[in-house]
């Protein structure tokens, strides 16, 4: 079996769950889920950098953040 084609496939679908981590900025209330192996998710993470660069963005689970932040 061939993982890496399983791991892609399983980010594709963007499953989101409350442990996920997330990238957030707390100036913005703006956050990003985090799917490492993803390269699309990689673009997007890029796009959110350059949105909040100078922003304080912190790292954190999903849960902790998705009732007060909205989604980049
Ligand atoms: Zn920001």
Redesign the pocket.
Known sequence: MDYSTYDNEINFLEVEHKYMRTRA?I??R?YITIHPNNPINQNTLKSFDK??KG?T?ITVELNEIKDQYQKF
Do not use: A, D
């Open positions: 900025c100036k913005c703006e949105k909040h922003h963005v």
